[in-house]
């Protein structure tokens, strides 16, 4: 081993071997301990990402939601160029001018390499989101609210094991939505969705 580093806040070490490859011990043979500088006292014992409930699942589910959230800006500044402000059909047109990483597009949770979202109202509009908005809450669409409301891309499968899918709302933000309470929060949205 030629070097060795460890991280006093979260308990791993990366260590580099003699042909330079990385080598990362996710349990270390003594618990890691941050001091104070000044008087060399522990501090706190930090505690592993299992104490905190840090699993694959969270980590798949929030990489996932990020890159939706990625989508959702690349979607802004496509539609920003476009007559009456329209979306992208599809993820083809917006590469490579909008979106050059196309890994974007696949959910980190899922192996296959497949694309793992789904937009639910291409080419559409504020003007077509209101509209969904106002026949399925049936209330008029205020300036704010159905923007936090509409759904406009969906996980088609979940990632995370977690019996739920993510998804992007039209204001940019992402939420994880239960299998349980699917069809109550996504069902009528769905309904009016280009297959």
Known sequence: MVLRLANSEYEFVLSANKDGRIVVEEEP????????????????????ADDVGVTDNARHRASCQNNM????????????????????GGFRQVYPEYLSDLNILICPGLRDGKVGYQILYPASNDGFWR???????????????YQSTVPWIIEKVSCSNEKGRN???VD????????????????????????
């Open 29 to 48: 043979s003594q618990k890691l301990v941050k001091y104070d500088s000044g008087t060399k006292t522990p501090i706190k014992n930090y505690p592993s």
């Open 69 to 88: 959230k990625q989508l959702g800006l690349v979607f802004k500044m496509y539609a920003n160029e476009q007559i009456n402000e329209y979306i992208p």
């Open 131 to 145: 509209e969904i908005f106002t026949k399925v809450e049936r209330l008029p669409a205020d300036e704010y609210q």
């Open 167 to 169: 998804v992007l709302f």
């Open 172 to 195: 940019g933000h992402a939420e994880h939505i239960k299998d349980k309470d699917w069809d109550i929060k996504m069902g009528p949205y769905m309904e009016y969705a280009y297959n």
